[in-house]
């Protein structure tokens, strides 16, 4: 499973990047919007961070075809390789990533509430579909078993597009689709930062330091 930040907060993105195995960042544009900047410049110093090989997704805005993909180029002009362009999956969106398909431009059908939409976005040739997982469990369904049931379409229909899960609020929605072999999921820092958050481990990592320590005055083997 690959790993993303959905977030554009550069402290945010540089501390994840040192810590966890991260292979790149998600963006849209409200993401983009509470960095309170030039959204151009947003992304440059994202992609300055991460690097030229880790792939970024940010999202055309414009909502008419022509609009979506004047967008897609500046995106892919401004960030160069690895770059994806997200497009949300409706009637236009599809006409779209059918066009961008055809430049060989990536494309993310996103804004994924129902599988249908999720088949429409892959057959239209986008590389990924986001479906946003809580957000659809805000809405009284299921998401994760929503996200499991595009992965299988995805599959049985040989499908070349990736499942990028998205709008996750814990770690348990997370690992259940790890277990069930979704390719990509993107979380905000919040949600990473649960991931390991737990008092018996930091109990247990302190209490092997204190061992120590008692035994030999250090808290470290190389200071013996
Ligand atoms: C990803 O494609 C979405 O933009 C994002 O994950 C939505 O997350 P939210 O529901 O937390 O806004």
């Known amino acids: 499973m690959k790993l993303f930040i959905d977030d554009a907060n550069i402290e945010a993105i540089r501390e994840l990047i040192e810590y966890y195995p991260i292979d790149g960042v998600t963006t849209n544009p409200s993401i983009l919007a509470k960095a309170g900047k030039d959204p151009r410049e947003t992304l440059k110093e994202i992609r300055e961070v991460i690097g030229d090989d880790m792939i970024i997704f940010a999202q055309a805005v414009d909502l008419s075809f022509e609009g979506m993909i004047r967008d897609a180029h500046m995106i892919v002009n401004l960030l160069g390789a690895n770059t994806v362009v997200k497009i949300p999956s409706t009637p236009i969106g599809f006409k779209a990533m059918m066009a961008l398909q055809k430049e060989g431009i990536p494309t993310c059908g996103t804004v994924v509430y129902t599988p249908m939409q ?21 809405m009284g369904y299921d998401g994760v078993g929503i996200v499991k049931q595009i992965q299988d379409i995805l599959l ?16 348990q929605q ?51």
């Open 174 to 224: 997370v690992l259940e689709l790890a277990a069930y072999g979704i390719e990509n999921v993107t979380c905000g820092p919040d949600v990473f930062r649960g991931f390991v958050k737990n008092a018996a481990i930091d109990g247990a990592v302190q209490d092997f330091v204190d061992d120590f320590e008692k035994l030999t005055g250090k808290t470290s083997m190389s200071s013996l």
């Open 156 to 171: 049985n229909n040989n499908m070349a597009c990736e499942v990028l899960a998205a709008s996750f609020k814990n770690s």
């Open 118 to 138: 999720a088949l429409l976005a892959a057959k239209a040739g986008a590389s990924y579909v986001a479906p946003y997982v809580n957000r659809i469990d805000n």
